[in-house]
């Protein structure tokens, strides 16, 4: 009577497979939402002696168009101060195991 009706294990199977890619995907698309610009702004400011440093522009869902790469998942466009002189550059960053990597612009 339930046969017709239930799901097989490789039906079960099949359902987890789909709904974990699922969820990669949204990870993978949404994840700049995730990345915070506090520990954006004090991995900057502590390791290049840049100061003064403002966000200028921001790519959280696509990172790429900003120039940042493909495993990156939000990239931030910031001027700062370095020795007197203005700066621009790109910092471009990951969820939780990928640090800061600053490209400066001009």
Request: charged share 20%; proline share 2%; glycine share 14%.
């Amino acid at each position: 009577m339930f046969d017709d009706n239930s799901l097989s294990d490789g039906d079960i199977g099949g359902i987890i497979i789909v709904l974990f890619i699922a969820a990669m995907l949204v990870c993978w698309i949404f994840g700049g939402f995730f990345v915070d610009e506090d520990r954006v702004m004090s991995a900057i400011g502590a390791n290049t002696g840049l100061e003064d440093i403002g966000i200028m522009e921001e790519w959280r869902l696509m990172p790429v168009v900003g120039g940042c790469g493909y495993a990156d998942a939000a990239g931030f466009e910031i001027s700062a101060m370095r020795e007197g002189e203005p700066i621009k550059a790109l910092v471009c960053t990951g969820w939780w195991f990928k640090g800061a990597t600053l490209r400066y612009m001009w």
